[in-house]
């Protein structure tokens, strides 16, 4: 009796579920069956190719490969898109920046794919998650905060984390390092800083306890979309659940209690909400008082700009490392730069040195073209879609891929050759301006690009003042992980020596 009220029950849960795929599916099929890309397997599609079928150990970078040789093929036959199947799933990759404009720049594709669902349990459904009316309200409140006026007022927090991450790398003298892991703690305490208004102190202090429940609860969150094992609700509860959820609620229980400790210094008027330089939260404070956003709304946005202001921020600042390790004539032209500017004085950056530290800019901008930081950028399409002469159909997703366009040789001939002159403005001028596109673009593209921008040219010119990092491997010796962000999987390793002064 149990087992039939069971089994009932289950189809009771199933049943509307697997109607939807099955009638997705028929609709989908036969728009699928003409786009260009590779067919793979029935079900399960190109999961095999993906995963380095057997031909590598690397399988981390497999995808990547995969996505690359695809691309090729594609561009060879006259595509502008491919696509492929894996695990159900149907997806859809530009190949070239005007292709990518068509999405970004569509006013009603702006729903995000799949992956980020997982995400929702920490960072809400806020400016990260949102689509519709909410998401523009949202971008609305958002947008004034990143304002070049406001910026300023984060260089003081730039310039001492900065400081500290220079003073750290140097203790390390030596002996070989993984810059990701300093570059990480760096980017996190930035980020609390200016978020919050708080120091966690977490280059000095690398055992608190918020960089251990943040890298517990992504990990997960990278694993959930690709083990299918956690999808059953048994064993996910059985094996994963318990170290899942203490992490959360360490995460959540951490924002809270600094929202309540300022909140009681704004309210007993330590804290003044209308100060010209002030931290994200304050801002929030005041949307708050105007009844604009709820307390619970405030704590889910503070999240969403850490999640989104600090990985994405170690990834690149890392990979800018290594670019400089691994180059070292490109690193003395970034050092002489700093020189010229700042001389042997142990001064901050101010807001004029870093329109000067132009060279170090397309430096950045060039590393951030060979090893784009957020390599994937996905949207669930609300509605069939019309891309490269092709229909794409609802329900599929587009698979907005940095890597790809960023190594398309139509724009940039010899693409694995590292060039910073890319970036002159006259070279800038031949290309399409979606040929570019580490920060995502359109009515999505990412609200902190300017904030990163600054944060990583202080944190290159102050360590590079002091400092020089050496490695005996090349820049492309290098394997590459799609989580969330690029991660160097042989690890950005690296010895760093002080710099006589003068
Ligand atoms: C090198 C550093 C960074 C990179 C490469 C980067 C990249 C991106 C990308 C690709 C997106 C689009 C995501 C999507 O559409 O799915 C995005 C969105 C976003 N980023 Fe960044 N980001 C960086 C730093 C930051 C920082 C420092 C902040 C905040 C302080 C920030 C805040 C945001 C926000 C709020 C969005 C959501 C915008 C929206 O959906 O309207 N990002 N970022």
Redesign the pocket.
Known sequence: MIGLLFTIAAACYYIPWLVKIISEWIHQYPYIMKLPGPKGLPIVGSILELAGDGKTTDTSTAPLLFWLECAKKARAEGHQIFSMTYLGRTITLPLNGEMVKTICESPEQ?M??KD?DYLKAWVGDG????IGDK?KE??KF?SPM?HFTMLEGYLDSFNKHARILQEEVAKTEGTEIDMFTYTKRC?LD??VD??MGCEFGIQRNPDHPYPHAIEVYTNFSQRYNTEPQMWITAIWYLLYHREYKTALNALHSLTDDIIKERFKRVQSGIVDLNAKKKP?IDHFFGLVEQGRMTMEELHYEIN??IF???D??S???SWVFWALATQPHFQQQCYEEAMDIFGDSDRECTHDDLKQLQFTERFIRET?RIF???PL???ELVSDFEMGGHIIPKGTEIF?N?FLIHHNPDAYPDPWKFDPDRFLIDEISKRHPYDY????AG???????K???Q??KILTSTALRKLSFQSDKNLLDQGYATDV?LKATKGCLMTVKRREQH
């Open positions: 702006l995000k794919g980020y400016i990260l998650t949102a998401w949202r971008r958002f990143f980017a930035v980020i200016t978020a994200l969403a700009v989104g202001g600090h994405t921020t990834a690149a600042q951030m784009a930081p957020v950028v996905e949207r907005i940095a596109i580490p920060f995502c009515h999505r593209s990412c609200l902190g690009q904030f990163a921008m944060e990583m962000v």
